[in-house]
Each structure stands twice: as structure tokens, then as C-alpha cells.
């Protein structure tokens, strides 16, 4: 009997977490594709998007934390809450500024929340299925980092914002297959 059958908190946390993947990566898909038609300018439906964004990790670290309650502390996804939402605001309040002013935003946001993304990938990985997680945050850290340097170039713009969802929900389409195996207590 594998550790992961033993444990039924980590069953139906696996199985939360999945059906979570699978729409964070629709919904990455989708943002991303609707940022590409509007990255060359903050007009009112790039700053929707951009303020969206961090507002749908808000609700993902909500229902992440609330399934991972049986399975151990989810303070970090409180803290990811918290960011997150600190975030959406700071970028509305950038978007008066420019796109530079949004980069920046957007870069730090990316920093931490990779950084929250890779030690909870890091802390669960017994449950399976965590190393696109693990690797999706040491790549969020390194983009936030780019993001902001970015930001002081000639022109920026919002496409590598926008093309930083596409890896993200590629790396949680990952996650789901792989916590398949725990979900059915295998």
C-alpha cells in the first residue's frame, strides 16, 4: 500500500487541487489569448484583464486553502491571498502610470508569488504531482525578476505578461494529470 492510498485527507485534497488545475489552466489559456489581442496598450480591457488576473489567484488560494485544510496548514496560501490582492489594487493604481508602472507591479507580484507557489509545491510533494508546481514557481520568480527589469526598457509592453499565463497553466494542466493517481487513492 503506497503512503498516498494511507491517507485519505490527501485522496480528496488531491482530488480538489485537480478539478482547481484544471480550470486555473482554462483560464490562463483564456486570459492569455484575450492579453495578446490588447498587450500594445492600457486601454479599459487590457486593465480589466490585468486586474483580473491576480483577483482569480485570489480565488484559487481561497479554494486551494479551504481543500487543504485536512492535509496541513494552508497559512502560506493565506499569505498568497494576500499578495495576490495587494496586487489587483496596486496594478488599477499603476495602470494611471504606464505600462512601466504596470511591469513593475506585475514583476514583484510574480516574485512572491512564485516564491509562496515553489515551498507549497516543496511542502506537498509527498501527495504527487507537485514538481510542475515546484518548477512553475522557480520559473514565476525568475519572470517576476525579468518583468521588472523589462520594465525600464525603450518600449515596453505587456506581451511577456501576457505570454507568462501560457507556461503558468501549462505547468497546472501538468499538475491535474499527474495528481490523478492520488485523487483515486492510488
Same mark, same amino acid.
Given at each position: 500500500?503506497?503512503?498516498?492510498?494511507?491517507? &485519505?485527507?490527501?485522496?480528496?485534497? !488531491?482530488?480538489?487541487?485537480?478539478?482547481?488545475?484544471?480550470?486555473?489552466?482554462?483560464?490562463?489559456?483564456? /486570459?492569455?489569448?484575450?492579453?495578446? $489581442? $490588447?498587450?500594445?496598450?492600457?486601454?479599459?480591457?487590457?486593465?480589466?484583464?490585468?486586474?483580473?488576473? &491576480?483577483?482569480?489567484?485570489?480565488?484559487?488560494?481561497?479554494?486551494? !486553502?479551504?481543500?487543504?485544510?485536512?492535509?496541513?496548514? &494552508?497559512?502560506?496560501?493565506?499569505?498568497? #491571498?494576500?499578495?495576490?490582492?495587494? $496586487?489587483? #489594487?496596486?496594478?488599477? #493604481?499603476?495602470?494611471?502610470?504606464?505600462? &512601466? !508602472?504596470?511591469?513593475?507591479? /506585475?514583476?514583484?507580484?510574480?516574485? !512572491?508569488?512564485?516564491?509562496?507557489?515553489?515551498?507549497?509545491?516543496?511542502?506537498?510533494?509527498?501527495?504527487?504531482?507537485? /514538481?510542475?508546481?515546484?518548477?512553475?514557481?522557480?520559473?514565476?520568480?525568475?519572470?517576476?525578476?525579468?518583468?521588472?527589469?523589462?520594465?525600464?526598457?525603450?518600449?515596453? $509592453?505587456?506581451?511577456?505578461?501576457?505570454?507568462?499565463?501560457?507556461?503558468?497553466?501549462?505547468?497546472?494542466?501538468?499538475?491535474?494529470?499527474?495528481?490523478?493517481?492520488?485523487?483515486?487513492?492510488?
Amino acid at each position: 500500500m503506497s503512503t498516498i492510498a494511507a491517507s &485519505p485527507g490527501i485522496s480528496g485534497t !488531491a482530488f480538489a487541487l485537480r478539478r482547481l488545475y484544471f480550470v486555473r489552466f482554462a483560464f490562463a489559456i483564456v /486570459w492569455a489569448l484575450a492579453m495578446f $489581442t $490588447t498587450a500594445s496598450n492600457l486601454g479599459p480591457l487590457a486593465v480589466t484583464l490585468l486586474v483580473l488576473y &491576480p483577483l482569480f489567484d485570489v480565488a484559487a488560494a481561497i479554494i486551494d !486553502a479551504r481543500a487543504s485544510r485536512t492535509t496541513g496548514s &494552508p497559512s502560506l496560501l493565506y499569505v498568497n #491571498i494576500a499578495v495576490s490582492l495587494i $496586487t489587483a #489594487i496596486g496594478v488599477a #493604481i499603476a495602470c494611471a502610470s504606464g505600462i &512601466p !508602472a504596470v511591469l513593475r507591479v /506585475w514583476g514583484a507580484w510574480a516574485v !512572491a508569488a512564485g516564491l509562496v507557489q515553489l515551498i507549497v509545491g516543496v511542502i506537498r510533494r509527498k501527495m504527487g504531482g507537485q /514538481w510542475p508546481m515546484i518548477i512553475s514557481g522557480g520559473i514565476s520568480v525568475l519572470a517576476g525578476a525579468f518583468f521588472i527589469v523589462g520594465a525600464s526598457a525603450a518600449s515596453p $509592453t505587456l506581451t511577456n505578461a501576457a505570454g507568462y499565463a501560457i507556461p503558468g497553466g501549462i505547468f497546472f494542466l501538468i499538475s491535474a494529470f499527474r495528481l490523478g493517481r492520488a485523487a483515486k487513492g492510488n
